[in-house]
């Protein structure tokens, strides 16, 4: 089973900024895509970011492209979301996943981090 812990929500100003990190057990393969995908309130889950285990490429949804950045530290088995500018509509909870695709999702979810963004 495959443990996936995310951190580093919490309230921020609009146009501040954020940095997530998710913590992932279990191995990783060069196949892998790691991906942040995140949920607002009364929202469906929506798929935000990706990054290939093997190569670093990455991809992201329209809405956060120019102001979020999806990082990996290979030695750590940690992925991160760093967040800049960050608006009001960006408020949700934000998942880390493991899938096999740019935005596709694996079977296995954390518990997730609350981001707020409030004035």
């Known amino acids: 089973v495959q443990q996936l812990v995310e951190s580093g929500g919490g309230l921020v100003q609009p146009g501040g900024s954020l940095t997530l990190s998710c913590s992932v057990s279990g191995r990783l393969y060069t196949s892998s895509v790691m991906g942040w995908f995140r949920q607002g309130p009364g929202k469906e889950r929506e798929y935000v970011a990706a990054?290939?285990?093997?190569?670093?490429?990455?991809y992201y949804t329209d809405s956060v492209k120019g102001r979020f950045t999806i990082s990996k530290d290979k030695d750590k088995n940690a992925v991160y979301l760093q967040m800049n500018s960050l608006k009001p509509e960006d408020t949700a909870v934000y998942y880390c996943?493991?899938?096999?695709?740019?935005?596709?999702?694996?079977?296995?979810w954390g518990q997730g981090t609350q981001v707020t963004v409030s004035s």
């Open positions: 990054i290939r285990w093997s190569n670093g490429l990455t």
């Open positions: 996943n493991k899938g096999t695709s740019p935005g596709t999702s694996g079977p296995f």
